[in-house]
């Protein structure tokens, strides 16, 4: 069983370039989440997709942007990269969205790590 | 002020030490996760807690509704435990929140 998979693992950008990362959730799983993970911080979530559909969204500008597909992956863009962009990209799934009470456990991908020069 | 505190920041120990690692938080939460992240960045559950104690192997979390707080403790520790240890709440209804990590070195 496959766990949560992204991909690219590394990419390097330019300020100003657009990005697209992508993940694919856990085998059953239906929710996504993205979050920002800067270097020596814990990460930040950044929105939640369930149902092909946008749930949930954390302090980040409408430079970052998402999509699901109807096989629950999901991609992560970001449009204008600028350096403070920098940063490891992790996607984690979950069954039944977040706020079920029936499972609360996140499964984390190896991330990608987006470094923008 | 962050909604999650972690503390200490970071941390070395012998191996065979008992660690404990702890975290209080401001709000009001429906559950706690403990999560281990090692180098490279893959982030793995280590425990989901919503009231009272659970134990695995050598992992102990413990948490205190009451007072906010909650505790993850190795026993007999050995290098390979050695990532930064990350707690999160999640606040009814919402998303979750995460601290900023523990970083554990341990040495042979």
């Known amino acids: 069983d496959a766990g949560v998979t992204q991909s690219p693992t590394h990419l390097i950008k330019t300020r100003g370039q657009q990005v697209t990362l992508r993940c694919s959730p856990k085998s059953g799983h239906d929710t996504v989440s993205w979050y920002q993970q800067a270097l020596g911080q814990g990460p930040q979530f950044i929105f939640q997709?369930?149902?092909?559909?946008?749930?949930q969204r954390g302090n980040f500008p409408d430079r970052f942007s998402g999509h699901q597909f109807p096989n629950y992956s999901s991609e992560l863009n970001v449009n204008a990269l600028w350096l403070g962009d920098s940063a490891l990209y992790l996607c984690?799934?979950?069954?039944?969205?977040?706020?079920?009470?029936?499972?609360?456990?996140?499964?984390f991908g190896p991330g990608t790590r987006l470094t923008v020069l | 002020k962050n909604e999650v505190e972690q503390s200490p920041q970071n941390l070395t120990a012998q191996e065979g030490e008992f660690i404990t690692i702890n975290c209080s938080y401001s709000v009001g939460i429906s559950a706690l996760h403990w999560l281990q992240q090692h180098p490279g960045g893959g982030i793995v559950s280590l425990f989901m807690l919503s009231s009272g104690k659970k134990k695995h192997g050598r992992l102990i979390a413990t948490i205190n509704i009451q007072e906010k707080h909650s505790s993850l403790h190795i026993t007999a520790s050995h290098p390979r435990d050695s990532a930064v240890y990350i707690c999160a709440v999640r606040p009814s209804g919402s998303r979750l929140t995460f601290g900023e990590g523990t970083q554990l070195t341990v040495n042979p």
């Open positions: 997709y369930y149902e092909e559909e946008e749930r």
């Open positions: 984690a799934s979950s069954l039944e969205g977040f706020f079920s009470d029936l499972t609360d456990t996140q499964y």
